[in-house]
């Protein structure tokens, strides 16, 4: 249950009307009421179509969040098209990059695991699955930061608080978030 501002409905992977949301990749967005506090482990699922990429789910990276992103110029720069999931802050960025680009224009299903605990984050702890497969990443590893993840503002799906030019452009679907880690049987 979000606030959608600018984002229009669209069709969604089973060709249905008005079921998904299409961003511009300019300023549209969804903000949600939820804020990630307390974040010790944590799960994001969603359906994403796009050929340009851009944030999926993100919180406020002044304070600490888990974010969701698919790489988009100049927000991800050599990235680009590649999927990360990753604990985000100031001078933070500690997760898991896809090897793999998504930028087909075809719907994907990304899991965004994150298998943490109370103390220092590592790479390690974060999984990506894309197409109910785990995907061949490697670990972002920029600067260091300890759990539990506090933010201090809502969540919200296809933009980052951040970075103005870190819109998504393409069509998002069904998103889901866990406070714990999804099971791959789950997935």
Not at 21 to 42: H, R
Request: a negative charge.
């Amino acid at each position: 249950n979000g606030t959608v501002s600018g984002s229009t409905l669209t069709i969604d992977r089973f060709g249905n009307s008005n079921k998904a949301y299409l961003f511009d990749g300019t300023n549209d967005t969804i903000k949600t009421t939820y804020v990630q506090t307390n974040i010790t482990a944590f799960s994001i699922s969603a359906w994403f179509k796009t050929s340009l990429g851009g944030p999926i789910v993100a919180g406020d990276q002044t304070a600490h969040c888990i974010t969701l992103a698919v790489g988009k110029q100049p927000y991800d720069g050599i990235n680009t098209g590649k999927i990360t999931f990753r604990a985000d802050g100031p001078a933070i960025a500690i997760g898991q990059i896809t090897d793999s680009t998504y930028l087909d224009n075809n719907w994907h299903h990304v899991v965004g695991v994150y298998t943490g605990s109370s103390g220092s984050i590592s790479g390690s702890q974060f999984q990506i699955y894309v197409d109910n497969v785990l995907a061949t990443s490697s670990a972002m590893t920029t600067g260091g930061v300890t759990a539990p993840l506090n933010n201090t503002k809502p969540t919200i799906f296809g933009a980052h608080y951040n970075w103005s030019t870190a819109v998504f452009n393409g069509s998002l679907d069904d998103i889901g978030m866990w406070n714990r880690a999804l099971t791959p049987t789950e997935i």
